[in-house]
């Protein structure tokens, strides 16, 4: 079980084999896994389709490495540490055997309600334990889970359902989140009327909040699991057999279905989350995403449950009753490994130290970071304030379609460079490219960042559309994976991530592509046409920033931005919400038509100084009228 790197050497040794011999490299670590039958052969792969397969013909279910493989160790031990909204409200501990049984009877439960194997299941929820025993569940029978984030407005949640076909709805009557009561049944309800293939619905009471459950579709969680078994015999499933579809922004419009099969990921999300956290038996982790992410999907549930380790979920926000509150948990529960996003630090950071002064957090051995890049102030703020100088901070880069983390220090093994994600995993053989996709090799290089060779949990297709998958990851550098970030190696060989190089914005670590937030505004009737760029923000990382053609008529300016905004988020949710709308006669177009987005970008940022040849604009007037709206 325990292929865990202790050193630097270790880390070299292991690297080095795992590129010299990634097959018998990654098979070893495999081979610790529980199978109902071994694979025939490793790895079999070819990015021009793209096809890959790992463990191939092996059958296994990941749900039986979580518990069957652990229960007898260690079935007392706390599997899910809950963390309530309210601070009046009692948290939970969830044994690994409570957690089975729950695991077991809401699998009972689903398969009672006509779900197959092979079904899509939309997992719509508040950060409530029945989140994590739904998403196992739906494993344990063989049914493809789709979280969505319970954030999310209807009609993004009725595109996912429509886009994977999804059979039935998990989701809850409301959710807790900081002071708000937020509606979730609701959302549901209005999301069905525009889909057709959703047959069921469980809704599991967490608000008490009113709600409308439709006969012969709704029915509750508490009923569902009554008089059901705790025992279930897990289904068996083929290594590459989907485990779950998560929906990911991209360049073009519409968000994609990311698949991930079974095996490579069960391997590689434990193997990464024991070796970046360090993660030793007894320790508490906490990381503070969303399971709507794949920071949830990975570090919240797969990796640390498949670990035996104790994991940590919050139903809440940071600042809520008090900006202390990310601390108080801390302290409360003895939390060993803290990982977050960026955006969280900066928020914290900038209500000062006075929150931080009523805790020790001195159990804290290793903080973590996720989502974006880290700039160096909030680095060093987490690091002298949070890790009081002396936890190892582990700057993770990694996306929804790696499955697992892929560049990061290793806790405590890795030499710490503020704001540089450092080296790759073992398994992951990073290159840098320029834009003809010439291979820049040595150090003090910077690039486009792709991955030359497959590692275990890479994405094996866009749901119902293979050719976007190909488009999208494998077609700019043919014979590589193209992660859409831009990279710098340092004079030390360190690796420093830069951002995204395509359309695709990073708000608050979300990822959000400017074409779907064009789309969504472009649904107001008063709007002509519309530009997105994301620009710098204290907070946020990154801003939304929208130009719009309006068809003024009869209308404010005030009254239409706010339309506007509300339309984004009727459409997407709060989350896409632009933060700036500048209404626009014109936008800067070159003669083919294509909007200059570089300089929309120059504009946005309040950089003005070199906005580079416009000679080639159609309309270089609208470039003044444009500077001129936006009170630089
Ligand atoms: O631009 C990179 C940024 O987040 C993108 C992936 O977003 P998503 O699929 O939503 O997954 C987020 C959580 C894994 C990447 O293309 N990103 C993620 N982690 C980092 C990062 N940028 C810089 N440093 C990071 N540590």
Redesign the pocket.
Known sequence: MNHKIKSLKDYIFEYQKSVDQPESFWSKIAESFEWQKPWDQVLSWDFEGPEVRWFENAKLNITENIFERHLNAHGDKAAIIWEPNNVNEKGLHITYKELFERTCKFSNALEAQGVKKGDRIIIYMPMIPEAAVAMLACARIGAVHSVVFAGFSSSALADRINDCQAKMVLTSDGNFRGPKNIPVKAVVDEALEKTTSVEKVIVCQRTSAEIQMKSGRDLWWHDAIEGQSINHKAATMDAEDLLFILY?SGSTGKPKGVVHTTAGYMVFSQYSFMNVFQYEQNDIYWCTADIG???GHSYIIYGPLLSGATTLMFEGVPTYPHAGRFWEIIDKYNVNQFYTAPTAIRALQAHGLEPLEPYSLDSLKVIG??????NEEAWHWYHDHIGKGNCPLV???????TGGIMISPLAGITPNKPAH?SLPLPGIQPVIVDTEGNELVGNNVEGNLCIKFPWPSIIRTTYGDHKRCKDTYFSTYPGMYF???GVKRDHDGYLR?L??VDDVM?VS???MGTAEVENAINEHPKVIESAVVGFPHEIKGQGIYAYVICDMVGESEEKLNREIIDTVRKIIGPIAKPDQVQIVSGLPKTRSGKIMRRILRKVASKDISNLGDISTLLNPEVVDEIINGANI
């Not at 700057?395 to 379609?401: K, L, N």
């Open positions: 990911t992410w794949i920071t970071s996720v989502g974006e890049p880290i700057d993770t880069w990694w996306q929804t379609e994600a992660t859409g970030d991530i951002g995204r990073n670590g979300h990822r």
